[in-house]
């Protein structure tokens, strides 16, 4: 599936549930981690280096096939989602990702649990396992 090349007009509301759904993807979340962690637009495939470095704990250079893996499932099964939901806006020419008109509703959310999830996964990394 190709995610819909989107522009700035998103939906003008994300309900709890919504917001619920999109937050529950790690990937998804990862994604918009990236959104808040780079300078953007972003690259797709910066954004599938930094899901796998993050998810694996290695540099996505080591990983290839991983990497590969995480870029086609982002591009396929998590980018169409947010941007039908306006979170991302994608310029499919560029292949590259930007904040949507409603990445705003979820920023206090994804702040909360981007700084505890980040954290605790560099404590995980910083003990080894």
């Known amino acids: ?9 998103g939906p003008n509301s994300l309900t709890a549930d919504k917001q619920h759904e999109i937050m529950s993807s790690r990937y998804r979340r990862y994604t918009l981690y990236s959104l808040r962690v780079f300078t953007t637009p972003v690259t797709l495939a910066r954004v599938a280096d930094y899901v796998t470095e993050w998810d694996f704990g290695v ?3 080591e990983l ?3 990497r ?3 870029y086609m ?7 169409p989602c947010l941007i039908e939901d306006g979170v991302v806006v994608y310029n499919q020419e560029d292949d590259t ?4 008109p409603n990445m705003a509703q979820l920023q206090p959310a994804l702040e909360k649990v981007m700084a505890k999830e980040l954290t605790e996964q560099h ?3 910083v003990r080894g396992g």
Do not use: F
């Open 59 to 61: 540099a996505a250079g």
């Open 64 to 66: 290839p096939n991983e």
């Open 68 to 70: 590969l893996e995480i």
């Open 1 to 9: 599936m190709t995610p819909p090349v989107s522009d700035t007009d």
């Open 73 to 79: 499932t982002l591009y396929h099964d998590y980018l």
């Open 97 to 100: 990702l930007e904040p949507g």
């Open 123 to 125: 404590e995980r990394l």
